[in-house]
């Protein structure tokens, strides 16, 4: 377990500095420092609260779950109105702090694991039935979904799609029953895009990107230029391009765009290490957890972060439409930092009440063997 926690913090940690230097490349010509030392700034605090989340035993999260889910279903409804949540880019996402733009899905991310993973907990019992081993759980994540989908975000609700469906597998819910859920997600998305202009047209200008690299896919278009200029080397730190002004977002969703033009196939390759060892270290610590609610939470978790930045990457490099989700930490934001870091916080306590319970097994056996001698 040592050997997990240990690579799971120095993979965050890399990813974490590689993010300002990227940042403060990607700034560097017309914002200076800024993007970096707000970012510090969010780490900073993203460690305080990793490190808060880390001493907090993740075993009262079973009592907290309904709480965070009222909340952030509350702050989901409330940012739809408007007057209340702030428009911008075609969406109501954010609710306007003046400091920063809060995302109230984000907070949605962490419900929607905590709140679905006691429920599979709960009713493991009853996974045979339709009613608790379907319809109720399913119900609970599209609440989350549901009102993620309305602001509009659609990349965000089909990430969550896809930690669902993790968290329903591991949890014990039949294989039909998931594929149920799964086509009518699918069939809903479909439709949901078929009917919307913008998505439509993004999908368009995904699949023939050459005939709308004016239009909608200029984004995509530019950061494929920019990995292309990038080529096995990179062009070095600073030297970028594509940066100064023709990759829009690229400080957000799309700083990997700026990694590969600047640090080429050795950059891009690292951070793609970076997220898989991520992986392999937080679903150890899911498969290790000594509850059935620390290895939903720890697997929801790591499902969350990595699909996340497979999907961001996936954009970048035009292998899936633009979806507008953040590079986990590694994009400029507040919300979406503060949740990664404090996700990886609840990781390392799971890590913590697993290897403390090991520990009181193996110094009980030993009295359990003398006991027995002496018998």
């Known amino acids: 377990m040592r ?5 799971l913090i120095a993979a965050v940690a890399a990813l974490t500095t590689l993010g300002f ?3 403060y490349s990607a700034g560097m010509q017309t914002q200076g420092l800024y993007f970096a030392r707000m970012q510090f700034v ?13 001493r907090f035993d993740y075993r009262k999260l079973r009592n907290l779950a309904p709480v965070v889910g009222v909340v952030a279903a509350v702050l989901l409804v409330l940012v739809l109105i408007p007057g209340i949540g702030t428009f911008k880019n075609g969406a109501r996402r954010w609710f306007d702090l003046k400091v920063m733009l809060f995302q109230p899905s984000e907070l949605g991310k962490l ?3 905590l709140v679905v993973a006691l429920a599979m907990e709960r009713w493991q019992r009853q996974m045979h039935t339709w009613w608790k081993g379907c319809f109720a759980p399913a119900a609970l994540a599209g609440l989350f979904i549901g009102l993620i989908f309305l602001e509009p975000d659609r990349g965000t609700a089909i990430l969550l799609c896809v930690v669902t469906c993790a968290i329903f597998l591991l949890g014990g819910m039949r294989i039909r029953a998931i594929s149920l859920l799964a086509t009518v997600s699918i069939a809903a998305i479909a ?19 050459e005939l709308h690299r004016e239009g909608k896919g200029y984004q995509a278009w530019q950061a494929s230029i920019a990995l292309g200029a990038g080529g096995p080397t990179g062009v070095g730190l ?12 690229h400080h957000t969703d799309f700083i990997f765009s700026v990694v590969g033009e600047e640090l080429g196939l050795p950059g891009t390759l690292g951070v793609t290490t970076g997220y898989v060892i991520i992986a392999l270290a937080g679903f150890y610590i899911a498969w290790r957890a000594k509850d059935a609610f620390g290895t939903l939470v720890g697997a929801g978790i790591t499902t969350l972060i990595t699909t996340q930045a497979l999907i961001n990457i996936g954009v970048v490099t035009g292998s899936i439409p633009n979806k507008g989700l953040a590079l986990p930490f ?11 870091f404090g996700c990886i916080g609840i990781l390392l306590n799971i890590a913590a009440v697993s290897s ?18 002496s018998a």
């Open 238 to 249: 600073g030297n970028g391009r594509q940066k100064l002004g023709f990759v829009p977002e």
């Open 3 to 7: 050997v997990a926690v240990t690579t």
């Open 42 to 54: 969010w780490a900073i605090l993203g460690v305080i609260g990793a490190f808060a989340c880390s």
């Open 330 to 340: 590694m994009s400029y934001g507040g919300s979406n930092l503060l949740l990664m």
């Open 111 to 113: 419900a929607l694991i």
């Open 356 to 373: 403390e319970k090991e520990e009181l097994v193996e110094q009980t056996e030993p009295m359990l063997a003398l006991e027995e001698v």
């Open 191 to 209: 439709l949901a895009i078929m009917v919307d202009p913008v998505r439509r047209s993004r999908v368009a200008s995904w699949a023939k990107p």
């Open 21 to 23: 230097l990227m940042l």
